[in-house]
T-cell receptor, first 115, second 111 residues
Framework: AQSVTQPDIHITVSEGASLELRCNYS??????LFWYVQSPGQGLQLLLK??????LVQGIKGFEAEFKRSQSSFNLRKPSVHWSDAAEYFCAVGARNFGNEKLTFGTGTRLTIIP | KAGVTQTPRYLIKTRGQQVTLSCSPI?????VSWYQQTPGQGLQFLFEYFSETQRNKGNFPGRFSGRQFSNSRSEMNVSTLELGDSALYLC??????????FGPGTRLTVL
């Protein structure tokens, strides 16, 4: 069964500082990997995704993530955070086989930005 | 193109009642999935429908059910509500099953 671990429940970063959110996954083959962001009371917005190819993926809002197969990781990074980045971030893994569409989410990392 | 819409956005029910939530996917998307989000359990997969057929089901009791119509719109139903069913219920649609687009959710409160 697939699983996702986000080891950091809460991270506080100063505005303008760099950010890295960790994500480790467990899956029997090469997975689909996603990062979503959720603002309070809102649904999930896709930041970026990895399906295949280049292991460094660029997303929206200046985010990027790197797929490292040897470490089963898909960490999210941003070189300089903005106050508007404060939200909850979820890493998710999806099955590759058509007909098994479901996402398994990590427990999320809450990001706080301090001025 | 309009996004995923969910109605109602907020709902208050009492224990023992039943509730029906609605989801309209993005036009052209044939797969609709439902997730439950709670502070304690996080985001959990409920079920997924494709062309009016349930293809996947999560580990939820039979009180949770769903269906999909020929226009891909989907409903989920929870019968005999319990306090623990209070949650944000998210619907997501997908054109191919790989990338899912989420709606804003329905916040259900059970008193």
């Amino acid at each position: 069964a697939q699983s996702v671990t986000q080891p950091d429940i809460h991270i506080t970063v100063s505005e303008g500082a760099s950010l890295e959110l960790r994500c480790n996954y467990s899956y029997g083959a090469t997975p689909y990997l996603f990062w979503y962001v959720q603002s309070p009371g809102q649904g999930l917005q896709l930041l970026l995704k990895y399906f295949s190819g280049d292991t460094l993926v660029q997303g929206i809002k200046g985010f990027e993530a790197e797929f490292k197969r040897s470490q089963s990781s898909f960490n999210l990074r941003k070189p300089s955070v903005h106050w508007s980045d404060a939200a909850e971030y979820f890493c998710a893994v999806g099955a590759r086989n058509f007909g098994n569409e479901k996402l398994t989410f990590g427990t999320g990392t809450r990001l706080t930005i301090i001025p | 193109k309009a996004g995923v819409t969910q109605t109602p956005r907020y709902l208050i029910k009492t224990r023992g009642q039943q509730v029906t939530l609605s989801c309209s996917p993005i036009s052209g998307h044939r797969s609709v999935s439902w997730y439950q989000q709670t502070p304690g359990q996080g985001l959990q997969f409920l079920f997924e429908y494709f062309s009016e057929t349930q293809r996947n089901k999560g580990n939820f009791p039979g009180r949770f059910s769903g269906r999909q119509f020929s226009n891909s719109r989907s409903e989920m139903n929870v019968s005999t509500l319990e306090l623990g069913d209070s949650a944000l219920y998210l619907c997501a649609s997908s054109p191919r099953g790989d990338e899912q687009f989420f709606g804003p959710g329905t916040r259900l409160t059970v008193l």
